[in-house]
T-cell receptor, first 112, second 117 residues
Framework: ETGVTQSPTHLIKTRGQQVTLRCSSQ?????VSWYQQALGQGPQFIFQ???????GRGNFPPRFSGLQFPNYSSELNVNALELDDSALYLC???????????FGPGTRLTVL | AQTVTQSQPEMSVQEAETVTLSCTYD???????LFWYKQPPSRQMILVIR??????QNATENRFSVNFQKAAKSFSLKISDSQLGDTAMYFC??????????????FGQGTTLQVKP
């Protein structure tokens, strides 16, 4: 069974740029959720994707957007990067209707 | 709105001893799940234990057990026979169950646990 994978591991961008983060869900999982975790804080829910559509969203502005593909993998796109976007971005996959989410190792984004 | 509060930013325990991490939450819903996740330094988040709100019996997983007090909205984690590998940040988390579930796990601020040899 393949676990959740994310790429890249680390990323450095400058303010105003755009970034795309990628996630491959655990084998058999059809739902992907994205979280932002600032240093020393708990993760904050960004949104969830199911059947290639956004299924729920947290308090994040529209410049945070996502995609889910037919193979259930997902992308998180962030436009017009701000310094406060520096964080660990976590992807979690699950089966629809299940309350248990399995996390990937995360992508560390630094915005300079 | 649902919130999760962990009031202990840092804790330490001697190897082989027992430690309890505290968590309180707030919700007006009755159908939900609670979790404890472990995040070791520079490693990914893994599930330690989960509790269904409709179950009165406290969940246990080997050395890990919870004390779930639904009326008090309290959900503490007890780690028995602490091991060096238990050193990590621990997060309490909450998710609504059923039709209200939009996949949103709500996390507390975390408790950094250090197990000392």
């Amino acid at each position: 069974e393949t676990g959740v994978t994310q790429s890249p591991t680390h990323l450095i961008k400058t303010r105003g740029q755009q970034v795309t983060l990628r996630c491959s869900s655990q084998s058999g999982h059809n739902t992907v959720s994205w979280y932002q975790q600032a240093l020393g804080q708990g993760p904050q829910f960004i949104f969830q994707y199911y059947r290639e559509e956004e299924n729920g969203r947290g308090n994040f502005p529209p410049r945070f957007s996502g995609l889910q593909f037919p193979n259930y993998s997902s992308e998180l796109n962030v436009n017009a990067l701000e310094l406060d976007d520096s964080a660990l971005y976590l992807c979690a996959s699950s089966l629809v209707g299940s309350n248990e989410q399995f996390f990937g190792p995360g992508t560390r984004l630094t915005v300079l | 709105a649902q919130t999760v509060t962990q009031s202990q930013p840092e804790m330490s325990v001697q190897e082989a001893e027992t430690v309890t991490l505290s968590c309180t939450y707030d919700t007006s819903e009755s159908n939900y799940y609670l979790f404890w996740y472990k995040q070791p330094p520079s490693r990914q988040m893994i599930l330690v234990i989960r509790q269904e709100a409709y179950k009165q019996q406290n969940a246990t997983e080997n050395r890990f057990s919870v004390n779930f007090q639904k009326a008090a909205k309290s959900f503490s984690l007890k780690i028995s026979d602490s091991q060096l590998g238990d050193t990590a940040m621990y997060f309490c988390a909450f998710i609504l169950h059923g039709s209200s579930n939009t996949g949103k796990l709500i996390f507390g601020q975390g408790t950094t646990l250090q197990v000392k040899p």
